[in-house]
């Protein structure tokens, strides 16, 4: 139950403060109202991914996704709906730019017998699908590009579940090929990607 207040908390506070907070003091702002599910390094707190070294562009696109509400997943309505409704365009640019320069770090928090599995796919892409490879989209490091996200060193349970959700129905907005792709991996290929992923730096 404390959990539960905890969360719905952060939202309120986010969603009360963002907007007037910047326009004073940027420093005061930068976690004061993220860290609560981000972390103060924002590597993340369980459910929530980590944001550090993240794409700038692909942070700024998930923040206005979750205030027009095409981002429709069950956290995303019941947390970042609320959160990311008050935030303006100029505050979106921010917090999407200040979280891309902070240093990465791997969560590391897979199975460490599936990582190899999961780099082959991931390099080489999928023949049942006959998809090319993840790194031709995100790059041979998983470090993302432009507006594609970065993919190294998200959590292994973070990366599993938005796996799942493809082939869920979720995110059915987004573009060409990743819902295609992503909805054909079958339980144990996600198991691996997510796995190889957790530990990319």
Not at 26 to 31: A, E, I, L, P, Q
Not at 110 to 131: F, Q, S, V
Not at 164 to 192: C, D
Request: proline residues 6%; positive net charge; aromatic residues 10%.
């Amino acid at each position: 139950m404390m959990k539960f207040v905890r969360s719905k908390i952060a939202v309120l506070a986010l969603v009360a403060s963002a907007a007037p907070s910047f326009a004073g003091d940027m420093g005061t702002v930068k976690f004061r109202n993220c860290t609560w599910c981000h972390g103060e390094s924002a590597q993340g707190y369980g459910a929530a991914p980590r944001l550090a070294a993240q794409r700038s562009k692909y942070i700024e696109n998930q923040l206005l996704s979750f205030r027009n509400h095409t981002r429709n997943n069950p956290f995303s309505k019941q947390y970042m709906w609320g959160a990311a409704a008050s935030l303006s365009p100029g505050t979106i640019r921010y917090l999407a730019n200040y979280f891309s320069t902070l240093p990465p770090q791997a969560a590391d928090d897979g199975d460490k017998e599936l990582a190899a599995t999961g780099r082959a796919l991931y390099e080489h892409g999928n023949p049942d699908l006959n998809t090319v490879s993840c790194a031709v989209c995100h790059g041979p490091n998983a470090e993302g590009i432009r507006e594609i996200p970065r993919l190294g060193g998200l959590s292994y349970y973070y990366l599993k579940r938005k796996l799942k959700q493809w082939g869920e129905g979720y995110h059915a907005t987004a573009e060409p090929p990743m819902p295609r792709i992503a909805s054909g991996l079958s339980a144990t290929q996600i198991e691996a990607l997510a796995s190889y992923l957790s530990v990319v730096k």
